[in-house]
């Protein structure tokens, strides 16, 4: 079974299907979803292309407060019956209510963006989940919960009947000498096929026994595309103004030097951004603003698409190359500058966005294999 709450999930999961040769017939899909009008949209567009699969599919709405805690522990017998568990997203506490009642023998991760490298980083040193643009919850609601947070993590670190492992198109799991890991290889710790040591985030060691297996959008790939490539530059946006970890001035002043430096024609709006940003956004860069219908990853790969594709910290700078390999698209990825982020923001938060571009392939040439750094957009 899976347990998917976004559309990247429930593409990932097509994807998880598809590598590993699984019959789709086989793995039931349980959709609970959002409550923003984007993000159900997109997500009932997946839906109907997982149906076209061959996955059994059911929508199972989750209202908030008491009704929908009722609601969501209606689900726990389906979910304890399931040997082998699908889910995207460790930090949601609806997942993790889940999680905390079952036991299965096997859990994947799949992809949720960026967040799979906070989540293998926090999995590592065995601490409570918390999102990387957010402080520990306190309180009492947060004590109440945190007997069920931690059950949840027990159920997601490898263990005697119980094999875990992160579906990812993220850079983890890559080989590292072991001095990388400043220190020497903990006996029993995973190796590659030349004794060097498969490490996550930061080169931190993963936890011994957890399976990293690579997302290379095979079935994005197959199932559409080649796309048609114009001139110019498409610039994916971000919700990280809607978070609060950007200021607004900052970021709209930022799109509208990028779109004059690097001739940007489309922006290709987040589900979560606000519509007033986005009028903003058209009236002061002069940018067709683009309200994808499913998962950027999907839409560039049917096209059409500009040569050139600028992102912000997202997962897309990691999933758009393999998705645009061999069309002549080059991807870059955009820092984002310190004096953007909110007062208040963590240093965490800083070093976060910034160990997504740094670990992005550096933009190439149509048959040039990426680099290993990031690029810098010059905003």
Known sequence: MAVVESPVQLLNTLEWTRARGADAADTEVLVLPPRNAGGRGQLRRMAELARDAGHPLHWHEVRPGASGLRGLTALVPRVRRTSRLLIGDPFSRRMQLLLSTAAPERVTVVDDGTATLEFLAQLTRGERLVRWHRRPPRGMRAALFGPIAGRAVARLAPGPGRRVEVFTAMPVGAPAPPE???????????????????????????????????????????????????????LVGTSLVETGVVREDRYLAGVAELAARHDVRRYFAHRRESPDKLRRIAADSGLEIMRPDLPLELVARRGPIARRVLSFPSTVVHTLPPVLAGTGAVVTACPIP??????????????????????????????????????????
């Not at 190796?191 to 959008?217: F, M, Q």
């Not at 953007?340 to 938060?349: D, K, N």
């Open 180 to 234: 990388a890991l400043g220190g020497p290889v903990a006996d029993g710790e995973p190796t590659g096929p030349t004794g060097e040591v498969p490490v996550g985030p930061a080169g931190v060691g993963l936890p011994v026994g957890l399976e990293i297996v690579r997302n290379r959008l095979e079935w994005t790939r197959s199932a559409f595309g080649p796309p048609t490539v114009q001139e110019g530059a498409d």
């Open 338 to 379: 310190a004096d953007w982020l909110s007062e208040g923001v963590t240093e965490r938060a800083g070093r976060f966005l910034a160990s997504v571009v740094d670990s992005a392939p550096r933009e190439s040439a149509p048959g040039e294999r990426p680099g290993p750094e990031g690029s810098d957009c010059g905003a």
